[in-house]
């Protein structure tokens, strides 16, 4: 059985404060061997096939709907050093809204309009309430010139109609932090933070598998309901919980641990 780890009262007081919460080392050697392996087979696969969903521009690549692309990417959906701290955040009913791999080559530009938040809920007022969690896994080091994540800490607390600074570029949002990590680590935010993308100066492509988490009553994002194929795959509560194939409103929540393949008895 994988152990998983707990959101720690320092962590949870941290998230709350701040929005956001990084882990240092979230994948140890052969996670991130094997996870680099698997995410350059999608990307080849993805590049051999135009018809595949995603972005395709110079300054911006999205492998959308990974999971769709190796078994995997199911297994880091329920990592135990990172979704326990996710479903403690979100609560019982978590569920996925959206997956992808993404890739910032270096060299792109972009203005102070990527500045933005996940959560877009007009009909309903949640502002004590976490909708979303967007976390991501780093591929290789992202140093702060090296298209980090930026976000502006606690400002998921910040009402709908704040009126946020005009930047020219992202990274001169006062106050913006970049989410800076080594290869293997991993960092979730509140989909209510106000956080942008930055651009990459560095000399190679930014790596990051990312997995955005709400509540199993929300909708996945279009393009993201499970393919027969990935629903097929969904042979636990957990999986299925996760990928909405679950009543969005009743029956009990799925349990947290989740017995690695290694673990499960043979044919089970
Ligand atoms: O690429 C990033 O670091 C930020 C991603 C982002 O803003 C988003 O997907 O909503």
Same mark, same amino acid.
């Given at each position: ?80 050093? *990172? ?23 270096? /060299? ?10 996940? *959560? ?10 976490? *909708? ?21 800490? /606690? ?21 913006? *932090? &970049?989410?800076?990590?080594?290869? /293997? ?11 942008? &993308? ?52 009743? /029956? ?17």
């Amino acid at each position: 059985m994988n152990r998983m780890e707990p959101l720690s009262e320092r962590q949870r007081l941290f998230f709350d404060a701040q929005g956001y919460l990084t882990i240092e080392d979230a994948l140890d050697g052969a996670e991130l061997a094997a996870l680099r392996r698997a995410c350059d087979r999608a990307e080849a696969a993805w590049r051999a096939d135009p018809s595949r969903p995603g972005c395709r521009i110079p300054e911006f690549i999205e492998i959308e709907g990974i999971l769709e692309y190796d078994p995997l990417f199911l297994e880091l959906l329920e990592h135990p050093r *990172v979704f326990p701290k996710v479903r403690a955040v979100l609560g019982t009913d978590v569920a996925l809204i959206d997956h992808a791999y993404y890739l910032t080559p270096p /060299g792109g530009e972009l203005d102070g309009s990527a500045w933005h938040r996940d *959560v877009r809920t007009p009909g309903v007022y949640h502002p004590r309430s976490t *909708v979303m969690v967007r976390a991501m896994f780093a591929l290789g080091d992202v140093g702060a010139g090296d298209g980090a994540t930026l976000v502006l800490p /606690g400002s998921h607390r910040f009402p709908d109609d704040y009126p946020l600074p005009r930047v020219a570029r992202p990274e001169d949002m006062p106050g913006a *932090v &970049p989410l800076t990590c080594r290869a /293997g680590g991993a960092y979730f935010f509140n989909g209510n933070l106000w956080h942008a &993308p930055s651009p990459n100066r560095g000399s190679r492509s930014r790596r990051m598998v990312l997995f955005n988490y709400g509540h199993k009553w929300m909708r996945p994002w279009r393009g993201h309901e499970p393919s027969p194929a990935l629903a097929a795959r969904a042979d636990t509560p957990m999986r299925r919980q996760l990928l909405g194939l679950t009543g969005a409103y009743y /029956g009990t929540d799925a349990e947290l641990e989740t017995p690695a393949p290694a673990d499960r008895p043979a044919g089970g």
